[in-house]
């Protein structure tokens, strides 16, 4: 006989997505946040942090996938890579498919999630061992300010812009990564999704802090069931490189990376936009730098 019990996220007050849990694996509070894990019927084992699904075993691999597979495809001269945050290990998975890639640094504020997900997820936190792999557990913030034109890629693996995350969605943040990156450096953060009033406001709020800094800067979106709406969206900044004129499939293909949802179709239709998207992306855009003036 199934478990009856639920776990629900809100959205808004308004809005509750649930899944029904076998078991609660993991519950803790770190300095930072509250961290659980369940095993959950339909989607397997999912982590939690403070109310809020990270990820979970059946749907995360297309997140991790559009974070890491869309930069690589763009720029094969990648070699070392800085991801802030993503303690489930997800993102340092795909990018080990590349043998090119030569270092991964990882900055996790939180150790405790990232021991929670070696302990109950080894299907995004295997790889963490890797020796191509160095884990530092301190401030992404203070981290980022210290580096200076070494990184070829940097990955904003965060939480929503509350709680430990709030800060990696500031102006000063991401002038340290464009500081941070080479020549030819790309940055991809986590941008929310524009579908719930909540969401949108994180969505815009993001756009504007990085919006002049990078020469080019465009968003792209993706679908994960058990995110907000189901539809969300990375931000995509570089030095000079576009995602789309500088996008080869032909060379992404021959390096054969196996991709259960990322492929090159799916790349240049993720930058196209539906229009309400548009919409709300240009008018809160041209609202708060009104405000920002004032």
């Known amino acids: 006989m199934e478990s009856q019990l639920w776990f629900s996220e809100e959205i808004k007050g308004r809005v509750r997505l649930s899944l029904r849990i076998k078991e609660q694996l993991y519950s803790a509070h770190s300095p930072f946040q509250h961290i659980e894990i369940f095993d959950t019927y339909e989607h397997g084992r999912m982590l939690v ?25 763009v720029n094969p001269g990648i070699r070392r890579v800085l991801i802030i945050g993503g303690g489930d290990g997800g993102s340092v998975r795909e990018l080990l498919k590349y043998p090119f890639i030569r270092q991964i ?3 996790e ?16 936190s295997a ?12 401030d992404g913030i203070k981290y980022m300010a210290e580096q200076d034109n070494c990184y070829d890629l940097i990955l ?16 000063p943040f991401y002038q340290d990564c464009y500081k941070a990156l080479t020549s030819n450096g790309i940055l991809v ?18 756009a504007c802090q990085i919006e002049g800094i990078f020469p080019v800067y465009k968003i792209y979106q993706f ?27 032909g060379r992404w293909q021959s390096l054969n990376i196996a991709t259960d ?15 309400y998207v548009q919409r709300i992306f240009q008018s809160k855009i041209y609202q708060l730098r009104a405000e920002n003036r004032d």
Not at 115 to 123: G, H, M, S, Y
């Open 105 to 107: 640094d990882m900055v």
């Open 261 to 275: 949802y990322y492929n090159p179709e799916l790349h240049r239709g993720a930058f196209a936009l539906p229009n």
């Open 156 to 171: 904003v693996d965060s939480t929503d812009p509350d709680g430990p995350g709030e800060v990696l969605f500031s102006r």
């Open 223 to 249: 679908h994960l069931p058990t995110y907000s709406s189901g539809y969300w969206f990375f931000g995509f900044s570089s030095k000079g490189l576009d995602p789309i004129a500088n996008f080869s499939p």
């Open 127 to 138: 790889w963490l061992t890797d020796p191509r792999v160095k884990l530092y557990f301190q």
């Open 189 to 206: 953060n986590q941008h929310e999704g524009p579908f719930y009033e909540r969401d949108a406001v994180d969505f815009i709020k993001a």
């Open 109 to 124: 504020i939180d150790q405790m999630v990232v021991e929670a997900c070696q302990r109950f997820i080894p299907t995004t």
């Open 49 to 73: 942090l403070d109310g809020y699904i990270m990820i979970t075993e059946k749907d995360e691999f297309i997140y991790h996938e559009m974070i890491s597979h869309v930069p690589l495809a």
